[in-house]
C-alpha cells in the first residue's frame, strides 16, 4: 500500500511508521522536522515536511506522493499536540492552537487527499481520536474536545464517502509512552500562582502524566492503526487495550453525574 501519515517523526506515528514498513508498505511520512528516508527491502519509509496548519504544504507533499507513486491508499492522520489548563485559564488564542493541530489539521489533511481517493474509488482514512474523546479530563477540556471533534467529525465523512468506496474510522489511544507528555504545554494564565487553579490543576495533569510514564508502549497503538488498514473494513473506532474498552463502555452506562463525578475523583 501507499500510504500517508502526519505525525511521522516521533511517539506513536514513528512506530506506526516503521510498523507499516516492515509489512512492505510505501509510508510517506509527514512531519514539520522532516527525517531520514529508510528502507528495510520490503518496504520503505519516505519522509516530508509539512506542517498540517498550513494547507499549502500539504498539497504540496500530496502532490509529490502522487507524483512518484500514483496513488493514496490509506490516510493515517496522526499528527497532535497538547494544552493544559483550567478552561478559564486558558485564552482564546490558546483555544485555537489546541484546535487549529488536533482538529483542523485532521481536516486540512483529509481535504488534501479526498480527490485522489475520489478519482481512484477507494481508499482508507484513519485519525487519532483518544480514549479522552468520550472520558472528559479536567484541566485538559481543549483536548477532549478536539478529540471528540475528531470523532464525529470522521463518522460523519465516512458516511458522506462510501459512494466512492472510502472508509473511515478513529483509533482512541489511552495512556501512551511517548515524549507527548514532556511536550505538553501549559496555558500562560494557568502556571501563575494566582491562578485559583493552580493547585488543583498541577495534582491533576500531575497524576495524568503519571500514568502517561506507565502507560502502553507505542508500538501497541501502531498495531491497532495498521490493522484498521488491513482488517475487511474499517471500524468506525477501535480501542486498543481491555482495560480501555472497559472504561468506555462503563462510561456508556454508568448514570452521567456518577461517571463525572468518578473522573473528578480520580484526577482530583
Not at 494544552?83 to 490558546?94: F, R, W
Not at 501549559?186 to 493547585?199: F, G, I, R, V, W
Amino acid at each position: 500500500m501507499i500510504i500517508l501519515l502526519t505525525g511521522g517523526s516521533a511517539g506513536i506515528g514513528k512506530a506506526t511508521a516503521e510498523l507499516l514498513m516492515e509489512r512492505g508498505n510505501t509510508v510517506y511520512a509527514l512531519s514539520r522536522r522532516g527525517g531520514e528516508d529508510r528502507s528495510d527491502g520490503s518496504g520503505s519509509i519516505i519522509n516530508l515536511t509539512a506542517d498540517v496548519t498550513k494547507p499549502e504544504t500539504l498539497q504540496k507533499a500530496v502532490d509529490e506522493v502522487i507524483a512518484k507513486s500514483g496513488r493514496i491508499d490509506a490516510l493515517v492522520c496522526n499528527a497532535g499536540n497538547g494544552i493544559a489548563g483550567s478552561v478559564e485559564d486558558t485564552s482564546l488564542d490558546e483555544v485555537r492552537y489546541q484546535m487549529e493541530t488536533n482538529f483542523f489539521g485532521v481536516v486540512n489533511t483529509v481535504k488534501a487527499v479526498l480527490p485522489q481517493m475520489r478519482a481512484q474509488k477507494s481508499g482508507r482514512i484513519v485519525a487519532m481520536s483518544s480514549v479522552a474523546a468520550i472520558v472528559p479530563i479536567p484541566f485538559q477540556a481543549f483536548y477532549s474536545a478536539s478529540k471528540s471533534a475528531i470523532l464525529l467529525y470522521m463518522q460523519a465523512l465516512g458516511m458522506e464517502l462510501a459512494p466512492w468506496n472510502i472508509e473511515c474510522g478513529c483509533v482512541l489511544p489511552g495512556d501512551t509512552k511517548t515524549d507527548f507528555t514532556s511536550s505538553r504545554k501549559y496555558t500562560e494564565a494557568s502556571t501563575s500562582a494566582d491562578s485559583p487553579y493552580k493547585a488543583l490543576m498541577d495534582k491533576s495533569v500531575g497524576k495524568m502524566e503519571a500514568d502517561e510514564r506507565n502507560g502502553v508502549e507505542p508500538c501497541v497503538i501502531a498495531r491497532a492503526i495498521a490493522s484498521q488498514l488491513t482488517r475487511r473494513h474499517v471500524k468506525p473506532i477501535l480501542i486498543p487495550g481491555a482495560q480501555y474498552k472497559f472504561i468506555c463502555f462503563m462510561m456508556k452506562i454508568v448514570p452521567q453525574r456518577l461517571r463525572l463525578a468518578i473522573v473528578r475523583m480520580i484526577y482530583s
